[in-house]
T-cell receptor
Framework: EAGVTQSPTHLIKTRGQQVTLRCSPISGHTSVYWYQQALGLGLQFLLW???????NRGNFPPRFSGRQFPNYSSELNVNALELEDSALYLC???????????FGDGTRLSIL | LAKTTQPISMDSYEGQEVNITCSHN???????ITWYQQFPSQGPRFIIQGYKTKVTNEVASLFIPADRKSSTLSLPRVSLSDTAVYYC???????????FGTGTRLKVLA
């Protein structure tokens, strides 16, 4: 069974640009979660999608947004990039909110 | 805001049992407690999940007291390859936002 896949693995952007990160969940999983892991700040919850709807979001500004497609894959969009957005962005999926989340290996985003 | 705290680091020797505790004072009533292992440049890897009392699988045990304000991950007979950062994950009461613990860096010595 294929795990959660994320693309791209690495990305370099400059301040003010926009970026889109992609996630394919494990087959049969309908919930997708996004987390940010910045140096020194630990793992921070960003967004949760289930059945195509945004169910909850963490304490991040509106320039962090996303969506979930009918095939349950998901995108995370970040507008007006700032230096502090440099981080590892992790996607996870689960069968439902009560089942364990399984993570991909993330997209490393560097802002210059 | 929920505070989910763990010891920053722990050292152990090969073959010993390691217990890592997570304090989660504002856990959601209906949410599970999940533990993960993370190696550098990789995503967190699922270890074990529980709701209350004790859960055991082939690699770990999870102990959860009745008030669910803490949980303890137990790793029996650790090996060098268990050197990693360990995180707990809970849902926050009221908001149902997901909160990761602060992480515990475990170093296993030969």
């Amino acid at each position: 069974e294929a795990g959660v896949t994320q693309s791209p693995t690495h990305l370099i952007k400059t301040r003010g640009q926009q970026v889109t990160l992609r996630c394919s969940p494990i087959s049969g999983h309908t919930s997708v979660y996004w987390y940010q892991q910045a140096l020194g700040l630990g793992l921070q919850f960003l967004l949760w999608y289930d059945e195509g709807e945004e169910r909850n979001r963490g304490n991040f500004p509106p320039r962090f947004s996303g969506r979930q497609f009918p095939n349950y894959s998901s995108e995370l969009n970040v507008n007006a990039l700032e230096l502090e957005d440099s981080a590892l962005y992790l996607c996870a999926s689960s069968r439902d909110r009560y089942q364990p989340q399984h993570f991909g290996d993330g997209t490393r985003l560097s802002i210059l | 805001l929920a505070k989910t705290t763990q010891p920053i680091s722990m050292d152990s020797y090969e073959g010993q049992e390691v217990n890592i505790t997570c304090s989660h004072n504002n856990i959601a009533t209906n949410d599970y407690i999940t533990w993960y292992q993370q190696f550098p440049s990789q995503g967190p890897r699922f270890i074990i999940q529980g709701y209350k009392t004790k859960v055991t699988n082939e690699v770990a045990s999870l102990f959860i007291p009745a008030d669910r304000k803490s949980s303890t991950l137990s790793l029996p007979r650790v090996s060098l390859s268990d050197t990693a950062v360990y995180y707990c994950l809970v849902g926050e009461s009221g908001t149902y936002k997901y909160i990761f613990g602060t992480g515990t860096r475990l170093k296993v010595l030969a």
